[in-house]
């Protein structure tokens, strides 16, 4: 049997539909099996690891995460929707609300909530666009490489 395996930001999960859930809704239908669109997590076989703001690091990690749990192989379908460069991904391992989360996120390094995290002098000192597009290609050849 194929599973279904979604990555990426926003427009992979968020508190509406999205084209993942929608894929999977064919996807399913496509191979004579139920699926049900308003709970999609009710089926072992379509696992949506996309999350709001992610940027590519933690696509990236969140693909090998994925794949340490559930041991992808050739038979499973696997749908990455990579995010832009100038997204600034960290993570830390504390509770929110008896939530457990894990990525911190807020879309550009440059947005206004991530000026308050990051800071000016981090910004200038740190940040580099071209340095940001290169660690997206090597994301992007990395998740290649292991899902080969």
Known sequence: MSRLFVFGCSFTSYIWHTYADLFA?????????????NNPNSNIAYQNWGYPGLGNQAIAERVMECHLK???????????????????????????????IIWKTAGS?????????????YIINCIDETALYLHTLHNIAMVQNLLN
């Open 70 to 100: 559930n041991n992808l192989n050739p038979t499973d379908l696997i749908i990455v929707q990579w995010s832009g460069h100038l997204r600034k991904d960290y993570a830390l391992f504390k509770k929110d609300n008896d939530n457990e």
């Open 109 to 121: 390094v440059f947005s206004e909530n991530n000026m308050s995290v990051f800071g000016k002098d």
């Open 25 to 37: 809704e064919n996807f399913f239908i496509n191979q004579n099996k139920k699926f049900d669109i």
